[in-house]
């Protein structure tokens, strides 16, 4: 087992991380900028080093200021945790190289998914369903074309580099086309320096269902279940939820078993998620493959009773798993929201600022993961969460009961945050009644936002 582990990454991951190191006796060495300098989850590691400016072009994605910051701690390994440089595979080689254990899957199994269109050839050998679409990168405006022909109207442009909904377009006919996959392109190369776009039917209303995985070094590979993460604005997620609702147990268990042989296919260890997207006669696609513990893990953590990060740590440090599938149950309800800085009032602007008061809820089944306090100043540079509240009941009508009661206990004095909105989600019929799908909240309250 490790004695020291550095945090390359920072906020309330960061502070996740240092919990679990500490319950299994491990040093912690944090890194921050100078705009988390005095961010009081610093003091809860061992050591701290600051490793340059407020943009993270010059501090968090600074590879040689970690790997320096690593060697001077004397650390045996390195946590990426998710954002900034956790799906980078040139950091993840460097670490290696440096003769460093980085706490994430192979190199070159983060090579071979992180490009989605050779993820989408790995799943096909796998046997796992893929949405119909071109067979390769489409190369040029005849190709997509013919290509949107053969599978029908309406297609998705997506790029083969990223996510965030960035580099992504839909064609509802021919005359739409080319001028669509223009624009992806443009963007996708901008976003991700790669400007490779692949087509693929688009699916109506589809639901977002992700199958969370755990592999070690001895050939073992578990699944933890699956997460709903249908409510989105933007392609970005705002709640999620275990088990997902309305979702027949006979595919649950066809879908979890997909992902296991997807991982399997690509010699995949450590924790990753699969995501798949779900039409409304409840067929399963694979989207994509996330090589990195995932924003939405303590939902899954509160259904199964498994440390997700400790698990992560005993992997990469050659422990086979703690368990085997047949010992890991899915057991009553839990449900995240993300708490932003933003103001849904104007857009969901971001809105950093001083936090003058805050009061955080509690009673049974409610989890606040934050490194956030009053006093604290959110800082304009980074993601705007500032926490993520998880509530875990025997029930999901239980499970949103509590939520909108946390919701309304959460106190955050001096900035705007998505609080309210999520309790006026959650409030909603269509929520209550498990009808949510990826397009939901745009339809339902931003309709005017998305004439914009």
Known sequence: MYKRILIANRGEIALRIIRACKELGIETVCVYSTADRGSQYLQLADESYCIGPAKSAQSYLKIDQIISAAEVGNVEAIHPGYGFLAENAHFNEVCRSCKIDFIGPTPEAMDALGDKNRAREAARKANVPVVPGSAGLIEDDE????TAREIGYPVLIKATAGGGGKGMRVAANELALKPALQAAKTEAAAAFGNGGVYLERYIEKPRHVEVQIIADHHGNVCHLFERECSTQRRHQKLIEESPAPRLPAERRKEMCEAAVRLIKQVGYTNAGTVEFIVDQQ???????????????????????????????????????????????????????????????????????????????????????????????????????????????????????????????????????????????????????????????????????????
């Open 143 to 146: 190709e997509a074309v013919r």
């Open 282 to 452: 409840d067929n399963f696609y694979f989207i994509e493959v996330n090589a990195r513990v995932q924003v939405e893990h303590p939902v899954t953590e509160m259904v199964t009773g498994i440390d997700i990060i400790k698990t992560q740590i005993l992997v990469a440090s050659g422990e086979p798993l703690p368990f085997k599938q047949e010992d890991i149950k899915q057991t009553g309800c839990a449900i995240e929201c993300r708490i932003n800085a933003e103001n849904p009032d104007r857009n969901f602007q971001p809105n950093p600022g001083l936090i003058k008061q805050m009061f955080v809820p509690g009673g049974l089944g409610v989890r606040f993961d934050s490194h956030a306090h009053a006093g604290y100043v959110v800082p304009p540079h980074y993601d705007s969460m500032i926490g993520k509240l998880i509530v875990y009941k025997p029930t999901r009508a239980e499970a949103i009961a509590t939520m909108i009661r946390a919701l309304d206990e959460l106190r955050v004095e001096g900035i705007a945050t998505t609080a309210m909105f999520h309790k006026k989600v959650l409030s909603h019929a269509t929520f209550a009644d498990a009808l949510v799908d990826t397009g939901f909240v745009e339809r339902t309250f931003l309709a005017p936002e998305v004439h914009k």
